[in-house]
C-alpha cells in the first residue's frame, strides 16, 4: 500500500508440520502423530525522506515447530548444545 511518502507492507503465513515416529518404550512399538501449525506475521513501513534517503521499519513475529531431535532425545544430543 502507497500513500504518498509512505509504503505499508504486511504478511501472514502458517505453516503445517506433520510428524510420525516409531520407537520402542518397554518393548511395546510407539507411533506417535503429532500435527504443529506455526504463525508467521511482518510489516513493514517505509518513508521517503528525499530523492536518495528512505527510512524502513521492521516488525515480525514467526513459531518454528520442534525439531525430531528435540522431541524424543534421550539425555545429551547435539541441539542441547550442552
Same mark, same amino acid.
Given at each position: ?19 510420525? @515416529?516409531?520407537?520402542?518404550?518397554? *518393548?511395546?512399538? #510407539?507411533?506417535?502423530?503429532? =500435527?504443529?501449525? &506455526?504463525?508467521?506475521? @511482518?510489516l513493514a513501513l517505509?518513508? *521517503?525522506?528525499? #530523492?536518495?534517503?528512505?527510512? =524502513?521499519?521492521? &516488525? ?8 525430531? *531431535? ?13
Amino acid at each position: 500500500l502507497r500513500l504518498n511518502q509512505w509504503e505499508l507492507e504486511a504478511g501472514v503465513r502458517a505453516d503445517r508440520r506433520l510428524l510420525n @515416529s516409531y520407537y520402542f518404550e518397554q *518393548n511395546v512399538l #510407539q507411533s506417535p502423530e503429532l =500435527r504443529f501449525t &506455526a504463525p508467521s506475521l @511482518s510489516l513493514a513501513l517505509a518513508r *521517503n525522506l528525499n #530523492q536518495t534517503l528512505k527510512a =524502513r521499519w521492521y &516488525a515480525a513475529y514467526a513459531v518454528r515447530p520442534p525439531a525430531i *531431535n528435540e522431541l524424543y532425545s534421550r539425555g545429551l544430543h547435539h541441539g542441547s548444545a550442552s
